[in-house]
């Protein structure tokens, strides 16, 4: 039972990837999923969380410019349109099940089913 990552790669400045979140061994609905990154030497931090429903949240006002979730329930996948894509960016990228139907802007508690990220590098 987890979430696989996949869709990340070495990317230009402004460029744009689409990471894909696949889960095995569970179903994805009813349960929000999220989106976290952890580059070299820094704490992992949330990127982006989407309910059950389908109303994406963003952690920081650079990604919400910038990314875009989505989810296809029949497809059991999530994924993540990142564009104008920055070396600061650059990050082992995660997703997650949250133990809920909703995501919270302000709590990035309650998630598990961690899997094997995908690497996202962005050069200048």
């Known amino acids: 039972v987890q979430l696989q990552a996949s869709g990340g790669g070495l990317v230009h400045s402004g460029g744009s990837l689409r990471l894909s979140c696949a889960a095995s061994?569970?179903?994805?609905?009813?349960?929000?999923i999220g989106w976290f990154r952890q580059a070299p030497g820094k704490e992992r931090e949330g990127v982006s969380c989407i309910s059950y429903y389908g109303d994406g949240t963003y952690y920081r006002d650079s990604e919400k410019a910038r990314f875009t979730i989505s989810r296809d329930n029949a497809e059991n996948t999530v994924y993540l349109q990142m564009n104008n894509l920055k070396p600061e960016d650059t990050a082992v990228y995660y997703c997650?099940?949250?133990?809920?139907?909703?995501?919270?802007?302000?709590?990035?508690?309650?998630?598990?089913?961690w899997g094997q990220g995908t690497q996202v590098t962005v050069s200048s």
């Open positions: 997650a099940r949250r133990r809920s139907r909703y995501c919270s802007q302000y709590d990035q508690t309650g998630f598990t089913n």
């Open positions: 061994g569970f179903t994805l609905p009813p349960y929000a």
